[in-house]
Structure formats: structure tokens, C-alpha cells
């Protein structure tokens, strides 16, 4: 593949990295382009929108594992993959070789591998649709090719979905204080509340700064000379707003979460002095268990922003159900192979076996 970037991306380098700009994406009404920068503090950080408002994308350039062009319509679409198995989309709406050229070039400055995929679609159903053109045949026959074939599909889907390989941990870190019992049917892993955390301390902060026109309104009576309750209304949206970010932050530090295999089933609850949640799926209900993260990022400054890990329970016909957020990144895929090896997922089969297994008798 090529690594000469074509002439409509702007490349241009300063002493704070090297910027890429790319024209705006075919079907936008707005002229601001695309935009991806290496920074010379070693981040990765692009941006897209109509103005220079948008909020900008940074991930650590130690924490990229690859990049990846894949098909959108009749154009393509740029995204990168971190460590811990997440993908953020970069670029869409573009020509394929302009990001394949771009990817190539990413890449060799990032030193992590690039991947191009090739399309799929018209292959994804070839085997049914070879059944169609078949000569006549029994119906046994017929049943056990269109099994196997449905089998093949299934496969390509659940992988399409999940193209990147999960990265086991089979130890538990030795901080980690979980508790894992494992039974002839199963496995408990009893986590402990994770304790106070920045979101927690913001609440506390908010919350504070809420008794500032509470204690006025309270000498003031919560009302103006001229009678009216604004004191009243700007204390209560202050309360509000504090008391939305501490209340989740409490249960989040408070709870206690049981992750239950039994047998088939996996179970879920997430528990505090604040509420009781329980989630439950039998194992032909779930696509995946693994690690990623919850789309925040923490660190002191731009040089050592790391995601914010999580476990991600991906149900068949649901959306997907977030645990743990904020514990270490290593404890989370510790939990995670633990959990996949007690459901076998995702959908090992015993060998020689595809994922529609049918026997027909006649």
C-alpha cells in the first residue's frame, strides 16, 4: 500500500507535532474540514464539526493498538483501536485510498500496525445464495447445507462485530481485593465498593457551594424586595445539580458487585445502602464479555491521559451494560477471562464443530 498521502490532505509541522487537516466529507453543508494531530507530548488528538468548538478526541499515543480503515457505503472510514479493545471512529465519509494513505502514515509515526478491511458484503451471503442455483436434492440434504451455511454467516457477523481479539489476563493482580470462588457449575467474583472518587469529591464540592444562596435565602427569607422567589428557584437548581452528580457518585463508591456464573447464566448485582440492581442472561442471550471503557479519560495532564476502564457485558438484542468503572485496567480483564471461561464465550465450539451444529435423522 502506498504511504504518499494524496493532495487534498494538508500536512503541516511545528514544534507542537504534526497536523493533518482533511477537506470537509462529501454530503456535509458545513466548509470546516477535519483535523488529526500527533502532538509532541505524544498524543493523538483530532477533531471534527462545523467550527473550532467541537471538543477534540485525545488518546495517548502509548495506548493506540492499531488503526483500521473499513467501509462506509460506497466511501470509508477511519478508526483506532486503544490497549484495552476500544474503537473510536476518526474519519467517515471519505474516499478509501485517501485513508488508507492517511492510516499508513499514522501508523509508521505511531509504530502500531494498520489494518485495511476488505469488503465483505457481497460474500457475506454467497453461501445461501449458492443453495439457490443448487440442483434439486432431499430435503434432508438441503436442510443440513442451509444449517451449516447460516452457521457460516453467524460467524462473519460476530466477528465483524467484534474485530478486535480480547487480551486474556489469567492472574489476579495481587492489589486487587476480589473475591473468586469457583464451584463445579460456576464462579462468584464478590467485588468490593471501590471508594471514594473524583466525581464523589465534586458532589461534596457542589454541594458546598450550594449553601452559599441557601444560607442568603434562609436571612433573606428566599424571597426579593419585590416578593418574588427567585432566592428560592437558584438555591433549588443548585441543590439540584449537586445532588445529581453526588448521589450516582455514592452508590458508585458504596456498592458492592456480584458477578454470578450459574451453570448457563450469568448474573449481575450491584448493590449499596442507595439501591439494588440486577441483571441477568442466559448464555445464548450474550455476544461478549470484555474490557473497555466508558468513554472518559483520567490523569493529571495531556501527557498521561488514560481511559477510564470498565467491564462491558454485550447482550445478543440489547445495548450493551457498563460495570466497574474507574478500577484498574488489569483487575478488569482479569474479570473479564474469568467470566468468559465460565460461559465459554465468545462461542467456542468443540473442534470440527461450527456455530450451527444440526443432526438430522431420516
Same mark, same amino acid.
Given at each position: ?51 473550532? =468548538? =467541537?471538543? /477534540? ?31 473510536? /471512529? ?8 485517501? &485513508? ?23 460474500? &457475506? ?18 436442510? @443440513? ?30 492489589? =486487587? ?66 445532588? /445529581? ?10 456498592? @458492592?458487585?456480584?458477578?454470578?456464573? &450459574? ?90 464443530? =461450527? ?8
Amino acid at each position: 500500500m502506498s504511504t504518499r498521502l494524496p493532495g487534498q490532505i494538508e500536512v503541516s509541522e511545528s514544534a507542537d507535532g504534526v497536523r493533518f487537516r482533511l477537506p470537509p466529507p462529501a454530503g456535509t453543508w458545513y466548509e470546516a474540514g477535519h483535523e488529526i494531530c500527533l502532538t509532541a507530548g505524544g498524543m493523538l488528538r483530532w477533531q471534527s464539526g462545523a467550527d473550532g =468548538s =467541537s471538543p /477534540a478526541t485525545e488518546i495517548a499515543v502509548g495506548n493506540l493498538a492499531k488503526f483500521e480503515v473499513g467501509l462506509f457505503g460506497p466511501l470509508a472510514v477511519l478508526t483506532v483501536e486503544t490497549k484495552q479493545g476500544v474503537s473510536h /471512529a476518526m474519519f467517515t465519509g471519505y474516499p478509501r485510498d485517501w &485513508l488508507d494513505a492517511l492510516a499508513v502514515e499514522l501508523s509508521r509515526r505511531c509504530q502500531v500496525p494498520t489494518r485495511s478491511v476488505e469488503p465483505a458484503a457481497p460474500s &457475506l451471503l454467497a453461501p445461501l445464495a449458492a443453495l439457490a442455483v443448487q440442483p434439486a436434492m432431499n430435503d434432508a440434504a438441503r436442510l @443440513q447445507q442451509v444449517a451449516e451455511a447460516v452457521g457460516a454467516v453467524y460467524e462473519k457477523v460476530m466477528t465483524a462485530r467484534f474485530p478486535g481479539a480480547f487480551q486474556e489476563e489469567p492472574d489476579q493482580p495481587s492489589t =486487587s481485593r476480589v473475591v473468586c470462588e469457583h464451584r463445579d457449575d460456576g464462579v462468584t467474583l464478590t467485588v468490593p465498593p471501590g471508594g471514594i472518587g473524583p466525581f464523589f469529591l465534586l458532589g461534596c464540592g457542589l454541594c458546598a457551594f450550594a449553601m452559599l444562596p441557601t444560607i442568603a435565602g434562609f436571612i433573606s427569607g428566599f424571597r426579593t424586595e419585590d416578593g418574588s422567589l427567585g432566592p428560592l428557584w437558584l438555591s433549588a437548581s443548585f441543590w439540584a445539580l449537586a445532588l /445529581a452528580v453526588l448521589i450516582p457518585a455514592f452508590h458508585h463508591a458504596r456498592a @458492592q458487585v456480584t458477578l454470578a456464573v &450459574l451453570g448457563d447464566e450469568l448474573e449481575a448485582e450491584v448493590s449499596s445502602v442507595l439501591r439494588t440492581r440486577r441483571y441477568s442472561w442466559k448464555r445464548n442471550e450474550l455476544a461478549d464479555v470484555r474490557s473497555g471503557d466508558n468513554g472518559w479519560v483520567s490523569g493529571g495532564d495531556e501527557s498521561n491521559l488514560t481511559p477510564v476502564a470498565q467491564l462491558h457485558i454485550f447482550p445478543k438484542y440489547d445495548k450493551k451494560v457498563g460495570l466497574l468503572a474507574g478500577r484498574d485496567a488489569t483487575e478488569i480483564r482479569w474479570i473479564a477471562t474469568v467470566l468468559r471461561r465460565a460461559l465459554r464465550l465468545p462461542h467456542s465450539f468443540p473442534e470440527g464443530k =461450527s456455530a450451527v451444529d444440526i443432526t438430522i435423522t431420516t
